[in-house]
């Protein structure tokens, strides 16, 4: 190691958040005593303007070549600081932040002393890391003016209008015959005498797409095929009937692919019946004027959400109370029942409750664990349901029973997911880089979000989302290039067997294999999550900010003392660090035996980092990632899976307790569920 690395180690008391638990001059003063720590300063709002000047000062005075910032969750201000390392002439990649806050001070609030020592112990992991870090570099891609927008829905309209109001090109590519998506399916939209037909909403902005000289439309039309990345899209597209196909060079993409109700399977005689309909099918009955004689109706929302499985469809209240209205406009003497286990209803749609029960719309709540029952009496239909609010049971005739179920997303998800490297959720919908930070953005640079195909919206919030993907779309192209993250891997050439397995396992097909076997890595293409270098046979496979070296010089430090009251834990960067920060902010008080170590990814981590936390006596060792199925690094958590259960084999022939080496997935938002799991660990391990 070279004698000229000066770490400088700052540490923030974020007000009284971290020092009012953590003794932070006690925790500088032992930075000062680590090997290659030139400087440690205290500040007291270390992302303050202020702050972040004194920070540049004190590295260029101290000649501090590489930087420690600990203080809060590097989800959030690790970019700033990288920013600011950058100012004071230093690579941005020779930072490592440590969190103190989310993982010390708000988890330990009770325990100031053992929080104090657990803040010592993370900083020493930093310290250890950073002076392993090498210089790196962001990768500049070229962009142009080429915008591709998957969907012709009311989103992806508005989102090629957007682009091309900016005097970028969009390429508008819908699979229906006809621009419009799930309004073409709708009769009107909004309540009483606010409502409108969706067919004149759609006519008017498919006019206004169609005559735009920087939008192309392809209708009836599927992307076939889809390589390349930001800024150098090639795009092969198949138009239906014809067979005829087309070619796009493209540099960003919008995702615009909508959603589509989850159909009922034997449930209320849906499917049984064909007076039993969804609220989508009721929908298209009255665009048609085929309603029918009817004289009792009855809706039943909640069908398959707010459950187990998933949570408010959000928009169903709204269009039950919509249809309910426009059916009673119809059909004056029909006696129409919505039965609900809660009306979810914002702004203009209380009003609108309102409207429908002074047209004698009905409102009945049943109770979250007793839902209505459907059953035939000879040519009728009838609903059993027990009223909440008057305590009994009651059973009414139906013609009609309207089902409000729940959601997903359209059908072309899976393809679009495959094509373009992005995540889902369970039920199709694609999943945000970031809840907060980054909610229009896929991980995938040069890739936007837009309406429904995130999650169930309302038509204005839709249209909304969609213009805002195309302003995210519209940064890169604007300025002609995007600067992508340095955080890739790079192979070793001369200790490769040729093996392909890295080019074989990549989610990204960023590892490419030459005639001669040759495996290169195209780093505009790789997301650095190093599934590649942790299921390298020769260990010649390293991710830049995450080396092997590097990573075992933390694992290293953290069991320098006491080793076997400690666990070990490596988070992946995403989700299961979102779930730490959740902890933390929501204040939830666990055990302080664990040190986390942050991965990219969950699938980063190898056998030999497990092993090597075990042989250095650690009490456990704990895995987490992304809840399954998703992942921000598409199967990044099921190769962890994977290996973990690998580990445990390798772990007990080599005479480690295997039941030590946890694995969770965690959700970002799942703060319980890691500080459960800490507290179980603790108990289990007998700590």
């Given at each position: 190691?070279?004698?000229?690395?000066?770490?400088?180690?700052?540490?923030?008391?974020?007000?009284?958040?971290?020092?009012?638990?953590?003794?932070?001059?006690?925790?500088?003063?032992?930075?000062?005593?680590?090997?290659?720590?030139?400087?440690?300063?205290?500040?007291?709002?270390?992302?303050?303007?202020?702050?972040?000047?004194?920070?540049?000062?004190?590295?260029?005075?101290?000649?501090?070549?590489?930087?420690?910032?600990?203080?809060?969750?590097?989800?959030?201000?690790?970019?700033?600081?990288?920013?600011?390392?950058?100012?004071?002439?230093?690579?941005?990649?020779?930072?490592?932040?440590?969190?103190?806050?989310?993982?010390?001070?708000?988890?330990?609030?009770?325990?100031?002393?053992?929080?104090?020592?657990?803040?010592?112990?993370?900083?020493?992991?930093?310290?250890?890391?950073?002076?392993?870090?090498?210089?790196?570099?962001?990768?500049?891609?070229?962009?142009?003016?080429?915008?591709?927008?998957?969907?012709?829905?009311?989103?992806?309209?508005?989102?090629?209008?957007?682009?091309?109001?900016?005097?970028?090109n969009a390429f508008i590519v819908e699979k229906e015959p006809r621009l419009?998506?799930?309004?073409?399916?709708?009769?009107?939209?909004?309540?009483?005498?606010?409502?409108?037909?969706?067919?004149?909403?759609?006519?008017?902005?498919?006019?206004?797409?169609?005559?735009?000289?920087?939008?192309?439309?392809?209708?009836?039309?599927?992307?076939?095929?889809?390589?390349?990345?930001?800024?150098?899209?090639?795009?092969?597209?198949?138009?239906?009937?014809?067979?005829?196909?087309?070619?796009?060079?493209?540099?960003?993409?919008?995702?615009?692919?909508?959603?589509?109700?989850?159909?009922?399977?034997?449930?209320?005689?849906?499917?049984?019946?064909?007076?039993?309909?969804?609220?989508?099918?009721?929908?298209?009955?009255?665009?048609?004027?085929?309603?029918?004689?009817?004289?009792?109706?009855?809706?039943?929302?909640?069908?398959?959400?707010?459950?187990?499985?998933?949570?408010?469809?959000?928009?169903?209240?709204?269009?039950?109370?919509?249809?309910?209205?426009?059916?009673?406009?119809?059909?004056?003497?029909?006696?129409?029942?919505?039965?609900?286990?809660?009306?979810?209803?914002?702004?203009?749609?209380?009003?609108?409750?309102?409207?429908?029960?002074?047209?004698?719309?009905?409102?009945?709540?049943?109770?979250?664990?007793?839902?209505?029952?459907?059953?035939?009496?000879?040519?009728?239909?009838?609903?059993?349901?027990?009223?909440?609010?008057?305590?009994?049971?009651?059973?009414?005739?139906?013609?009609?029973?309207?089902?409000?179920?729940?959601?997903?997303?359209?059908?072309?998800?899976?393809?679009?997911?495959?094509?373009?490297?992005?995540?889902?959720?369970?039920?199709?919908?694609?999943?945000?880089?970031?809840?907060?930070?980054?909610?229009?953005?896929?991980?995938?640079?040069?890739?936007?979000?837009?309406?429904?195909?995130?999650?169930?919206?309302?038509?204005?919030?839709?249209?909304?989302?969609?213009?805002?993907?195309?302003?995210?779309?519209?940064?890169?192209?604007?300025?002609?290039?995007?600067?992508?993250?340095?955080?890739?891997?790079?192979?070793?050439?001369?200790?490769?067997?040729?093996?392909?397995?890295?080019?074989?396992?990549?989610?990204?097909?960023?590892?490419?294999?030459?005639?001669?076997?040759?495996?290169?890595?195209?780093?505009?293409?790789?997301?650095?999550?190093?599934?590649?270098?942790?299921?390298?046979?020769?260990?010649?496979?390293?991710?830049?900010?995450?080396?092997?070296?590097?990573?075992?010089?933390?694992?290293?430090?953290?069991?320098?003392?006491?080793?076997?009251?400690?666990?070990?834990?490596?988070?992946?960067?995403?989700?299961?660090?979102?779930?730490?920060?959740?902890?933390?902010?929501?204040?939830?008080?666990?055990?302080?035996?664990?040190?986390?170590?942050?991965?990219?990814?969950?699938?980063?981590?190898?056998?030999?980092?497990?092993?090597?936390?075990?042989?250095?006596?650690?009490?456990?060792?704990?895995?987490?990632?992304?809840?399954?199925?998703?992942?921000?690094?598409?199967?990044?958590?099921?190769?962890?899976?994977?290996?973990?259960?690998?580990?445990?084999?390798?772990?007990?022939?080599?005479?480690?307790?295997?039941?030590?080496?946890?694995?969770?997935?965690?959700?970002?938002?799942?703060?319980?569920?890691?500080?459960?799991?800490?507290?179980?660990?603790?108990?289990?391990?007998g700590l």
């Amino acid at each position: 190691m070279s004698a000229d690395i000066r770490i400088g180690v700052f540490v923030c008391d974020c007000g009284t958040n971290i020092a009012g638990v953590v003794n932070v001059p006690e925790v500088v003063a032992f930075a000062k005593t680590l090997r290659h720590v030139a400087w440690a300063d205290e500040g007291k709002w270390s992302c303050s303007v202020d702050y972040l000047k004194r920070m540049q000062d004190l590295i260029k005075e101290h000649r501090i070549n590489r930087v420690v910032v600990a203080s809060c969750t590097p989800r959030t201000h690790e970019p700033l600081f990288k920013r600011n390392t950058r100012e004071a002439g230093v690579n941005p990649y020779l930072l490592e932040f440590v969190s103190i806050r989310e993982q010390v001070s708000w988890v330990h609030m009770r325990e100031p002393r053992v929080a104090t020592e657990k803040a010592k112990d993370l900083v020493k992991m930093g310290v250890a890391k950073a002076a392993l870090l090498e210089a790196g570099d962001e990768i500049r891609l070229p962009v142009k003016t080429d915008c591709l927008i998957i969907g012709g829905g009311m989103a992806g309209m508005n989102a090629a209008l957007s682009v091309a109001a900016q005097g970028f090109n969009a390429f508008i590519v819908e699979k229906e015959p006809r621009l419009g998506g799930l309004l073409n399916t709708l009769c009107f939209l909004s309540h009483g005498h606010h409502r409108r037909p969706a067919a004149q909403i759609v006519e008017a902005k498919a006019a206004q797409v169609l005559a735009h000289p920087k939008i192309k439309v392809f209708t009836g039309t599927r992307i076939e095929s889809m390589q390349g990345y930001i800024g150098n899209y090639h795009v092969a597209l198949r138009t239906d009937g014809n067979g005829t196909g087309a070619f796009l060079d493209i540099s960003t993409v919008i995702v615009a692919t909508g959603m589509q109700e989850i159909e009922p399977v034997r449930q209320f005689e849906y499917g049984n019946d064909p007076r039993v309909k969804t609220q989508l099918q009721l929908e298209a009955a009255l665009r048609s004027k085929q309603l029918g004689s009817v004289s009792s109706v009855v809706m039943i929302n909640c069908v398959n959400s707010k459950n187990d499985s998933r949570g408010c469809c959000t928009v169903g209240c709204h269009v039950a109370v919509k249809n309910a209205i426009a059916v009673k406009t119809l059909r004056k003497d029909a006696d129409i029942i919505i039965l609900y286990r809660d009306m979810s209803l914002v702004r203009e749609e209380g009003a609108a409750q309102q409207q429908a029960k002074q047209l004698g719309v009905k409102f009945l709540r049943f109770p979250d664990n007793r839902y209505p029952e459907v059953r035939k009496d000879g040519d009728r239909l009838r609903v059993r349901v027990y009223d909440l609010l008057a305590g009994k049971e009651f059973e009414v005739p139906a013609d009609l029973i309207v089902l409000t179920t729940a959601l997903r997303g359209n059908e072309s998800v899976e393809q679009v997911k495959d094509l373009l490297k992005v995540s889902t959720n369970p039920d199709g919908f694609f999943q945000e880089a970031h809840v907060k930070l980054a909610p229009l953005e896929f991980a995938t640079h040069g890739v936007s979000l837009g309406g429904c195909a995130k999650a169930p919206m309302f038509l204005k919030e839709s249209c909304e989302a969609g213009i805002g993907a195309a302003m995210k779309a519209s940064i890169p192209m604007k300025n002609g290039y995007i600067e992508a993250e340095g955080i890739v891997a790079d192979i070793d050439l001369t200790q490769c067997s040729q093996c392909g397995l890295c080019s074989q396992r990549c989610p990204y097909r960023a590892i490419r294999v030459d005639a001669e076997d040759h495996p290169a890595v195209i780093q505009a293409l790789c997301k650095g999550c190093g599934l590649c270098a942790a299921d390298c046979p020769n260990e010649c496979i390293s991710i830049v900010h995450y080396t092997d070296e590097q990573v075992l010089a933390q694992v290293a430090a953290a069991l320098e003392e006491n080793p076997g009251q400690k666990i070990i834990a490596f988070i992946c960067h995403w989700c299961a660090l979102g779930g730490v920060d959740m902890a933390g902010v929501s204040r939830l008080q666990y055990p302080a035996h664990a040190r986390l170590i942050r991965v990219m990814c969950s699938a980063r981590v190898s056998i030999k980092m497990m092993r090597r936390a075990f042989e250095g006596g650690a009490a456990g060792v704990l895995v987490a990632g992304c809840e399954f199925p998703t992942c921000h690094y598409i199967q990044g958590n099921y190769a962890a899976e994977t290996r973990v259960k690998r580990a445990r084999k390798k772990l007990a022939k080599a005479g480690y307790d295997p039941a030590k080496l946890w694995n969770i997935w965690c959700s970002a938002a799942d703060g319980p569920k890691f500080a459960d799991t800490m507290r179980t660990m603790v108990k289990e391990l007998g700590l």
